[in-house]
């Protein structure tokens, strides 16, 4: 099936720093979701990316869907302590099913 | 905005009982659920859509009889787990579709089976 490369697995950074992760694919698709996750809840949504070229941001978030629509990236400016957690990228299948990345977990060290 | 209600959020159950988890959207209806299953340090692996009125629809390799899906209302579905064994124990995690690929998550719930 259908897989998602998201990288790096585990980042670990000072407060303050940027960050940046990504996912590939091999596939085409038309929707990027990127989603974080806290210890012991569900994902919550952060940014929805629909067309191909496609720059978002929210607040200290900016997220891009490539122009070949088989990658995007999620950048973090100046992290602060409650970023910390998992972020997944994740993909739109049939029948509105979500595929998600392996995640990057991200730590930061204050 | 749409929020989904998961109970428990936790539960631990000896092995060869059922558990119940409950998902319920509140202030909107959901058509359609989603059910995940999560392992520690990996990312979530979908099990079954959960179809209002319907039977669900089961990923390759998720036993229909063992995780039991039901949703008889346009706010509730449930994940049954029947004879639950110590592979069982994982983070169960439910979302229900908000709008074209909006999607609101529940809080999950910790399995743990003894």
């Known amino acids: 099936g259908q897989q998602l490369n998201q990288s790096p697995q585990s980042m670990f950074i000072q407060e303050g720093e940027d960050v940046s992760m990504n996912c590939t694919s091999s596939s085409i698709f038309n929707t990027w979701l990127w989603y974080k996750q806290d210890p012991g809840e569900g994902p919550v949504l952060l940014i929805a990316?629909?067309?191909?070229?496609e720059l978002t941001s929210n607040g200290r978030l900016t997220a891009q869907f490539g122009i070949t629509r088989k990658d995007s990236f999620l950048n973090i400016s100046a992290s602060i302590p409650s970023d910390v957690g998992i972020y997944f990228c994740?993909?739109?299948?049939?029948?509105?099913?979500?595929?998600f990345g392996q995640g990057t977990r991200l730590t930061i060290n204050p | 905005g749409a929020v989904v209600s998961q109970h428990p959020s936790w539960v631990i159950c000896k092995s060869g009982t059922s558990v119940k988890i409950e998902c319920r959207s509140l202030?909107?209806?959901?058509?359609?659920m989603f059910w995940y299953r999560q392992f520690p340090k990996q990312s979530l692996m979908l099990m079954a859509t959960s179809n209002e009125g319907s039977k669900a629809t089961y990923e390759q390799g998720v036993e229909k009889d063992k995780f039991l899906i039901n949703h008889a209302s346009l706010t509730l579905s449930t994940l049954t787990v029947t004879s639950a064994h110590p592979e069982d124990s994982s983070f169960y995690i439910c979302?229900?579709?908000?709008?074209?690929?909006?999607?609101?998550f529940g809080s999950g719930t910790r399995l743990t089976v003894v």
């Open positions: 202030d909107f209806q959901a058509t359609t």
């Open positions: 979302s229900a579709v908000t709008g074209t690929w909006g999607y609101t």
């Open positions: 994740a993909f739109g299948q049939g029948a509105q099913k979500l595929v």
């Open positions: 990316l629909y067309k191909a070229g």
